[in-house]
């Protein structure tokens, strides 16, 4: 058995790498949102509680919910500026016919891949159905319905087609793996260059 010493320093370590690899993925988004926001459409982040990720997380100490301390997937969309209005940090995007978003999810550790994994794409048809009051506004179905559905919506990233009692959506994602992203070019040939094509194909 290893003793206190290594046991800490290797604490310290995996904390240490965890929260360089979360900077590193903060400046991957930042730097998709840069680009993007240069584009005709001038897209911008969707911002359901603010400028952040949307995830799945818990504090629970029962030991399903334990695993959802540590953040392992995560998501951000981004929208067309006419599309959508900033009202005190958060954005307010409408659910109409029209509405189509840019999606990007992370995921650095799930059962479903073997290593970090970026899936970016589009979300579009999404509706709210007739007899749903809520929700109200794009930014609650990502971050209140598909990340608790995440295992259904994206069985299939190529066909996405999802439904529950509130809402419908389809989509188109392609998938790169995470560290094979290390540079602008890069991002912009494998992920933004895709992911518009999609977006203005639908």
Known sequence: MNDKGEIV???NLAFDFIHKLYLEVSYLIKE??????????????????????????????????????????????????ENTKLERGQTITQIDENLKVLYFRILLSDNSITEP??????LYNIERKPQSKWPNKAEQIVSNIIEYNDNKIFQNIKKINYENAYIRLQGELIENKLFEINDSETILERIIKPSLKLYRKY
């Open 9 to 11: 320093e290797q604490t």
């Open 117 to 122: 994994t970026v899936y970016a794409g589009v």
């Open 32 to 81: 998709i949102e840069g680009i993007l926001y240069e584009e005709n459409e001038k897209f911008i982040i969707g911002r359901p509680s603010g400028y952040g990720i949307s995830a799945r997380s818990s504090t629970g100490l029962e030991a399903n919910n334990v695993k959802l301390w540590l953040l392992r997937k995560f998501a951000v969309f981004f929208v067309s500026e």
